[in-house]
Nanobody, 125 residues
Framework: QVQLVESGGGLVQAGGSLRLSCVAS????????MGWFRQAPGKEREFVAV????????YFADSVKGRFTISRDKAKNMVYLQMNSLKPEDTAVYYC??????????????????WGQGTLVTVSS
């Protein structure tokens, strides 16, 4: 089992940047894909980004491509979401997730193996 704890959320002006972090514990972390979802008030949870176990494969939602990057540090059991050029519509609670498989996260969020508690990102206009 993998346990996840997010940090790095906060209030930022439109056009600004934030970096979210997620620390994982559990002996199988190194073999898991890691990623992020978000849920805005009154909206459904949506996929943001995922990175494969080896840090090579990445996928992003169209809404964040070119603005967000995802990376991981296996030595520290960390995954990061660097968010640049933030927009008010990026305001949401961001959740870290983990799963043995990196494919098709957007279509199977309820099947993912582990979730964090979330961290709030607020982008002011």
């Amino acid at each position: 089992q993998v346990q996840l704890v997010e940090s790095g959320g906060g209030l930022v002006q439109a056009g600004g940047s934030l970096r979210l972090s997620c620390v994982a514990s559990g002996r199988t972390f190194s073999s898991y894909a890691m990623g992020w979802f978000r849920q805005a008030p009154g909206k459904e949870r949506e996929f943001v980004a995922v990175i494969g176990w080896n840090g090579v494969i990445t996928y992003f939602a169209d809404s964040v491509k070119g603005r967000f990057t995802i990376s991981r540090d296996k030595a520290k059991n960390m995954v990061y979401l660097q968010m640049n050029s933030l927009k008010p519509e990026d305001t949401a609670v961001y959740y870290c997730a983990a799963d043995p498989v990196y494919r098709d996260w957007g279509n199977r969020p309820n099947a993912l193996n582990a979730w964090g508690q979330g961290t709030l990102v607020t982008v002011s206009s």
